[in-house]
């Protein structure tokens, strides 16, 4: 019901930046929480950025705070991760997703980020 695909990954020197960009299908966009998550191989799943749809508040996880950026454009169904001074601790598959209603949450298949040293 809900898409999301995520793109701009790629692979970056270490204090490079990097864009995502997630583009979402629903009517309701302007009201749905969208979030940043990543997963590192051997690790979980962790948050990295979210905004909320009630009024655009923005929240990040300690680690990339002061280098990430989250964004949304409600005209165009998109959501954006700016990536500033990038470290190699920030490599791994970065995922989109949704929440909608109190209990479902949809997810883009993800995007590669690859940060070398």
């Known amino acids: 019901q809900v898409q999301l695909v995520e793109s701009g990954g790629g692979l970056v020197q270490a204090g490079g930046s990097l864009r995502l960009s997630c583009a979402a299908s629903?009517?309701?966009?302007?009201?749905?929480?969208m979030d940043w998550f990543r997963q590192a191989p051997g690790k979980e799943r962790e948050f990295v950025a979210g905004?909320?749809?009630?009024?655009?508040?923005?929240y990040y996880t300690g680690s990339v705070k002061g280098r990430f950026t989250i964004s949304r454009d409600n005209a165009k169904n998109t959501v954006s991760l700016q990536m500033n001074s990038l470290k190699p601790e920030d490599t791994a598959v970065y995922y989109c997703?949704?929440?909608?209603?109190?209990?479902?949450?949809?997810w883009g298949q993800g995007t590669q980020v690859t940060v070398s040293s």
């Open positions: 905004i909320t749809g009630s009024d655009g508040n923005t």
């Open positions: 997703a949704a929440r909608v209603g109190a209990s479902d949450t949809y």
């Open positions: 629903g009517r309701m966009f302007s009201i749905y929480d």
